[in-house]
């Protein structure tokens, strides 16, 4: 009996194997049918990635660089994605998100180049350089001792050079004004604040405006504080302007829409392929929920601005005016490499509480034609007419019921047409090749001491009208390559009165005092004063939202030309 068992026993263990060899070879089979063999691709390409590159680095006829072929390469790999998955170089990361961090270690300058040269033009109140004598006009020459002007001069050499870690010294030569020989300073590098929202003030004794520029880390503190300067002037509604804004923290969006929301309105949710659903919702502290707030958007809106915009319009807490939004809906996360560099990876999409994306449509692995998108908005005429715009996502529903829809951006409660009836070839040459913000930018510099005279954009204004600033920049274009074209002048008189001055108040003001400038006749800004005159701040199901009537001109198919709004900002300092 017990010869049996031990007989018996002896076979157990051999059993036991071959079970888990069985079980292995079943699961390996299902796992690969089931799962498309996945790891195994994966796996094989990153090895045939790998035998590439040093097939290349053993075998080519020349000398390689490998890594910087690695770094050619990754950002077309991410390409084939999606137009919004990313790569940024060690080199770049660091500065990669300064404008949203809120502030950012510098000499405490702006700055524009002119005939390869860094341009000051304007200086930091507080900062590192005012403390030592640095002053809008000064032509930096020399830095930290070596030349510093030519072919090399270009914004990002320039923002290398000057920015720097908190406690560093630069030594700075600049060219000043009047003084035969280069200044030398010695600047000690320190934080220099960077601010979300552009302007606050009170567009009449009711109705507040707040410029926001991008969804940042400081950037519901600044709206709060915004919001505190318009409560002490009375304000009993509120324009929120997005036009411009392309985004920027989801977080930011989330805390700012929550001051306008009751408790538990759903604001946006994301989900992805691996990422499930998540939901963010107001929590009810918001302390202005029943204030008549109006959202000016335009083709330039994007991302952060665009939940922002949705988020009311859904919860039909506001009304939104302007043109139809960009469209970007997807959630970016950056992932960093043990070099510094890192990658923005696309991981989930944004949903407003309607459940629509917001993401337009794109092709994967063909981001020109991405990029081409506001150009054939504008050729098939969308930003002229409502029934011109093309969106192809279903219909959805606000709380109330209205119909929205998904497929491309945020459409407008009410639409404002691009008034083109100015824009003329002339115009539209000297604004795209910068020969307008030259031209400003000298005569800022030729006459900065009796233009520090005027302290408000209305009074320089007033001074400017007097100068014939037109036809000196007629005749300056004209030496520039721009021919003259009498007729084309005068047909954009206006549009060139509006621009050469704006550039001036930029040159010499404030940020608020340029907006304040540039919305006195802004159309779309004066449909958001009649809309809360009329008191059609809140939505309903009766509201007539057929917008403003097209403004149509011969022009219309000339090359996408923003309004002065958006043309500026290709040209205006930058901050270091």
């Known amino acids: 009996m017990s010869n049996n068992i031990n007989r018996n026993n002896r076979w157990v263990p051999l059993i036991i194997a071959i079970s888990v060899i069985v079980g292995i070879i079943i699961g390996t089979f299902f796992a690969n049918r089931f799962a498309g063999n996945r790891l195994n691709i994966i796996n094989t390409s990153s090895n045939k990635l790998n035998d590439l590159l040093h097939i290349i680095d053993d075998q080519y006829v020349d000398t390689v660089d490998i890594a910087n072929i690695v770094e050619q390469s990754m950002p077309k790999i991410l390409e084939e994605l999606d137009p919004h998955s990313s790569y940024i170089s060690a080199k770049n990361a660091k500065t990669a998100n300064d404008d949203l961090k809120g502030s950012f270690s510098g000499v405490g300058i702006q700055f524009v180049i002119r005939e390869d040269t860094v341009r000051v033009t304007g200086i930091i109140k507080g900062g590192p350089s005012e403390k030592v004598g640095i002053l809008a006009g000064d032509k930096i020459v020399t830095v930290d001792g070596e030349p510093y002007v030519g072919k090399i001069v270009t914004n990002e050499e320039t923002l290398h050079r000057l920015k720097g870690e908190k406690g560093t010294k630069v030594k700075i030569g600049v060219l000043r004004h009047g003084q035969a020989k280069p200044l030398n300073f010695t600047v000690v590098r320190g934080d220099i604040p960077l601010k979300s929202i552009d302007a606050t003030y009170m567009i009449n004794k009711e109705l507040g405006y707040i410029k926001i520029k991008n969804f940042g880390e400081t950037t519901y503190a600044e709206l709060l504080t915004s919001l505190a300067e318009l409560e002490v002037e009375g304000f009993k509604g509120l324009v929120v302007d997005l036009r411009g804004n392309g985004g920027g923290y989801l977080s930011a969006a989330i805390q700012m829409v929550n001051e306008f929301l009751p408790k538990n309105r759903l604001i946006v949710y994301t989900q992805g392929r691996r990422s499930r659903r998540e939901e963010y919702r107001s929590d009810g502290r918001g302390s202005y929920q029943a204030l008549p707030l109006i959202v000016l958007i335009d083709e330039t809106t ?48 944004y949903y407003t509480p309607s459940g629509r994306c917001i993401q337009k449509p794109y092709v994967k692995g063909q981001p020109q034609e991405y990029e081409m998108d506001l150009i054939t908005r504008y050729e098939r005429g969308e930003f002229f ?11 959805y529903h606000t709380s109330i019921g209205r119909v929205v829809y998904g497929g491309g951006g945020i459409m407008p409660d009410y639409f404002v047409a691009e008034d083109t009836t100015a824009l003329t070839p002339y115009y539209t040459e000297c604004v795209t090749k910068g020969t307008i913000a030259q031209f400003c930018f000298e005569y800022t510099d030729n006459n900065r001491e009796q233009l520090s005279k005027f302290d408000n954009a209305a009074t320089l204004e007033k001074f400017l009208r007097k100068q014939s600033l037109v036809d000196q920049f007629v005749r300056y274009a004209d030496s520039k390559g721009i021919q003259r074209r009498n007729n084309m002048i005068i047909k954009s008189q206006h549009l ?28 779309t800004l004066a449909k958001a004063i009649q809309l809360f005159k009329d008191k059609q701040t809140q939505p309903t199901l009766n509201n007539d939202q057929k917008g403003t009537a097209p403004v149509h001109s011969k022009q219309k198919k000339a090359a996408y030309l923003p309004t002065i709004r958006g043309v ?6 930058h901050t270091a």
């Open 496 to 523: 060139l009165q509006q621009a050469i001055y704006g550039n001036i108040i930029y040159n010499m003001l404030e940020m608020t005092d340029y907006v304040q400038y540039i919305n006195h006749e802004d159309p």
């Open 302 to 349: 994007a991302s952060a601005a665009e939940i922002f915009s949705g988020a009311i319009q859904d919860n039909d807490r506001g009304i939104i005016v302007g043109r139809r939004s960009f469209g970007k809906g997807l959630v970016q996360q950056p992932i960093e490499f043990s070099d510094g560099s890192l990658i923005h990876l696309t991981i989930a999409r």
């Open 385 to 395: 007419s409502q029934d011109s715009i093309h969106q192809t996502g279903g219909e």
């Open 568 to 573: 500026q900002s290709k040209y205006h300092s």
